[in-house]
């Protein structure tokens, strides 16, 4: 063939190529960052960032806040929010209605057991002699990084860290290269054999170093301006709770009472800021050692700090010690932020976000007549089981085995017992609603055949509550507190879960390649995280993603193609 014929065939050789090449390959792969670190503060309002920012260094929140997209109008848009629905929630685009993490625990009626969102009696932990496995497979759909995988032949890989299992779990997805979680009775960090049939070697050395030990016997001192206490209530509380081992003011000694490393100081080691610098060197151990962000392929590490929320748990978010935490997590951002510009220059983004945020302590409530209250499940209990068998004979009504559960709002009824009397359960369940709402501090109930048939209020909470409830999972009945009250048997400390704004509000920022800085006052939820990255990727959203894509905060080098009307309107 000669030139001249080569030189007329080129063209037509170039357009078929483009003709037939995939979308993904027509798109500049470069504008895509090298890796996605998705940062998760568990039990972090947004108020946080506010509250505390006189007092942020120059690296780490400020930085976020300064240089990039700051979306200050982001609340939850299901309840209860918990730990493992909001997780489920970020890394899926979806809400507990269609991905199925309705809790952290709920009852199977099934195997008439309580099982909790990662439970899985098949598995066998890797790591630790003994323990409870764990796995991804009640979770629904798919997850950013089960996305990540496909649209790379699995090529692109996903590693998900947490003290909790199922924060790494949920956020790491189905299709996940590792999740690794903390356990108390060995200090080291486990997984189960969905992942491996062992730890990867660069896990099993950072384990050895035994970096919890490093902090037998430390103290956790106040660090910061006084100032910066002044921003909290009163320190040492009644309604607080002690540190395990330790006691409710500064400094903690940090044994776990204990003359020697054991399982009670692994347990108080997480509620300590030591834990979030632990979990950040393992973050850093595996950029290192899986190579993250260093080829074509995108990569996503997914971190959740579990510390934040067991301090929020015991002191409360007006304590000195979350003060403290606060700008101690700050400084453990700053670190990590720090190290990626060293590793990867300006290939990655940064998405921060949290699961859910928490109430005041109910008593310092009360003492400011915001009306908090902490409810008795056996009030409840008794309040329900006297109406119905008042009503329908003796119980028996609510079913024994998910009683547990009634702390969180949700109340299985007894199936049996109903049936056995030949009772429609609607007019169980409103019996026993309207009984639970004569208990001081319960302010709403939701009835699951109400919610099977599109039968609630179009308000907020109500709206909340429908995209929480699951068909196969859901309760019979889900109890909504006032405000600033909650189900407790406890006498100290607090907790979250109401469709609230303390509860429901929580930061999202994204930060890196491709981000257009600025402060974002639109409304969005944590659900718009998974389909937006996916977007910055340039890969598919999660299967039953409903969350919007911010494309407000996206610069893309070429014009994207058309999303689904999902992800465009909510």
């Not at 078929?16 to 504008?31: C, E, G, I, M, Y």
């Not at 510009?341 to 940064?350: K, P, T």
């Not at 208990?439 to 179009?458: F, I, M």
Request: proline share 8%.
């Amino acid at each position: 063939m000669s030139i001249i014929s080569r030189r007329r065939l080129a063209p037509l050789i170039i357009l078929v190529l483009t003709v037939f090449s995939s979308p993904a390959q027509r798109r500049s792969a470069p504008d895509r960052p090298r890796l996605i670190v998705l940062l998760v503060i568990d039990q972090f309002r947004e108020e946080y960032l506010l509250r505390f920012e006189p007092f942020f260094g120059d690296r780490g929140f400020r930085r976020l806040l300064t240089y990039g997209a700051v979306f200050v109008n982001c609340q939850y848009e299901h309840a209860p929010t918990v730990t493992a629905p909001g997780h489920a929630t970020i890394a899926t685009g979806a809400t507990p209605a269609a991905h199925g993490i309705i809790n952290n625990e709920w009852y199977e009626r099934e195997t008439g057991q309580v099982v909790t969102s990662v439970s899985d009696p098949a598995r066998r932990v890797i790591g630790a002699p003994s323990g409870r496995a764990s796995s991804p497979h009640r979770l629904i759909g798919t997850t950013l990084g089960d996305e990540l995988r496909l649209s790379t032949n699995f090529r692109s890989k996903v590693i998900a860290l947490s003290y909790k299992d199922r924060s790494a779990i949920l956020l790491g997805g189905k299709l996940a290269n590792l999740a690794l979680w903390f356990d108390e009775s060995s200090g080291a960090f486990i997984t189960s054999d969905y992942y491996a049939n062992a730890l990867p070697e660069w896990v099993a050395r950072f384990n050895a170093t035994r970096p919890a030990d490093r902090y037998f016997g430390a103290r956790w001192e106040k660090s910061f301006p006084e100032a910066v206490y002044a921003l909290a209530a009163a320190d040492d509380r009644p309604e607080e709770t002690p540190l395990p081992g330790g006691g409710r003011t500064f400094p903690h000694h940090l044994t776990g009472g204990l003359a020697q490393p054991g399982p009670a100081f692994y347990t108080a080691f997480t509620f300590t800021p030591f834990a979030n610098e632990v979990l950040i060197e393992l973050a850093k151990r595996a950029i290192e050692s899986e190579q993250l962000g260093r080829d074509e392929f995108p990569d996503l590490l997914a971190i959740s700090l579990s510390t934040n929320d067991l301090v929020g748990h015991f002191f409360g978010p007006y304590s000195h010690e979350v003060a403290d935490l606060t700008l101690r997590t700050d400084q453990a951002v700053a670190a990590l932020l720090t190290y990626l510009d060293a590793r990867l220059g300006s290939n990655y983004i940064l998405a921060l976000t949290a699961d859910h945020g928490v109430a005041p302590i109910p008593e310092e409530a009360a003492r400011l007549k915001l009306g908090g209250r902490r409810i008795s499940p056996a009030a409840v209990r008794q309040a329900i089981e006297e109406a119905v068998s008042a009503r329908f004979g003796e119980g028996p009504w609510i079913e024994p085995r998910a009683l547990p559960l009634l702390s969180s709002g949700f109340l299985y009824l007894n199936r049996e017992a109903i049936a056995q009397k030949h009772l429609d359960i609607a007019d169980v369940e409103r019996v026993a609603g309207e009984a639970a709402l004569k208990v001081p501090g319960l302010a709403r109930y939701y009835a699951r055949t109400q919610l099977l048939a599109g039968g609630v209020h179009e308000d907020p909470i109500s709206r909340r509550v429908a995209r929480s409830f699951h068909p196969g999972r859901s309760p019979d009945l889900i109890l909504i507190p006032e405000p600033f009250a909650f189900i407790s048997g406890g006498r100290t400390g607090t907790t979250h879960g109401s469709p609230y704004s303390y509860d429901a509000h929580v930061p999202l920022i994204l930060f890196g390649r491709g981000i257009t800085p600025g402060i974002y006052r639109s409304t969005c939820t944590p659900a718009d995280l998974a389909p937006t990255l996916a977007a910055a990727l340039q890969i598919e959203y999660p299967a039953n993603a409903t969350g919007r894509i911010l494309w407000e905060a996206l610069q893309l080098a070429a014009s994207p193609r058309v999303a689904p009307h999902s992800m465009t309107s909510r």
